[in-house]
């Protein structure tokens, strides 16, 4: 997985609780040796390890941390990848172009990268049909990037994220809507 991920996850930790709750987490999950930075790319079990670890620190279940983790992540990946934005684009436009514009890109830059296959549809112009399929598993985090996504462009109240399948396999389905 990207750095940039790893950084931000170290940043949200340090930010939500303290630097000494990241180095206890990184002497739990066996990771004291690793210096994450955006320039590489790290294997996915780290970020298990540690996504699983705060979740157990926290006394928190590690869906919901990925979800809270999700949320957090938006404003800094849009701002690294601004550039590829429609400043007309609200929440369902920016989901219904995350493929072409973010992951093809993510994956063009660096042959490590592996963003999940998004095949997302506007079945109406006020809802969005997500499937989500990686080997990562990871719905969870990406239920929270869509809920990052409708604060980012304010619209947190009118945007409803519905999961269709459970948040953990390989397959998540999700609708989401923009309420009237
Ligand atoms: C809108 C702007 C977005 C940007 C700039 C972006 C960028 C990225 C980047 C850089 C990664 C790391 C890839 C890697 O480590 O190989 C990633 C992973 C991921 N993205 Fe996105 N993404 C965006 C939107 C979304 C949306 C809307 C969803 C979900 C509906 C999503 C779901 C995920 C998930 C779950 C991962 C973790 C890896 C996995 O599950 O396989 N992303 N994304």
Redesign the pocket.
């Known amino acids: ?2 750095g ?2 790893f950084s931000l996850l170290k940043r949200y930790v340090q930010t939500q609780y303290d630097h000494s709750t990241w180095v206890r987490l990184l002497e739990h999950s066996g990771l004291t040796e690793v210096e994450f930075d955006h320039r590489h ?1 790290y294997p996915d079990e780290h970020m298990y390890a540690l996504v699983g670890q705060a979740a157990q620190m926290a006394g928190v279940p590690a869906d919901e941390l990925h979800e809270k983790f ?1 949320e957090y992540l938006v404003p800094d ?2 701002y ?2 601004q550039k590829y934005i429609q400043p007309e684009w609200r929440t369902l436009d ?2 219904e172009h ?1 493929e072409t514009a ?2 093809t890109r ?1 994956r063009a830059a660096h042959e ?5 296959v ?1 095949d997302v549809r506007r079945v109406a112009p006020d809802e969005v049909f ?1 499937e ?1 399929v ?1 080997p ?1 598993r ?2 969870a ?2 239920v929270g ?2 809920r990052g ?1 409708a604060r980012y462009f304010d619209e947190e109240d009118r945007i409803a994220v519905e999961p269709l399948t459970s948040e953990n396999g390989e397959r998540v389905q999700m609708r989401v809507r923009l309420l009237h």
């Open positions: 997985m990207h940039t991920i790319v999700g990946l849009l690294m990848y920016m989901l995350t973010m992951h993510v490590g990268n592996r963003p999940p998004l997500i989500y990686s990562r990871m719905g985090l990406a990037i869509v996504l």
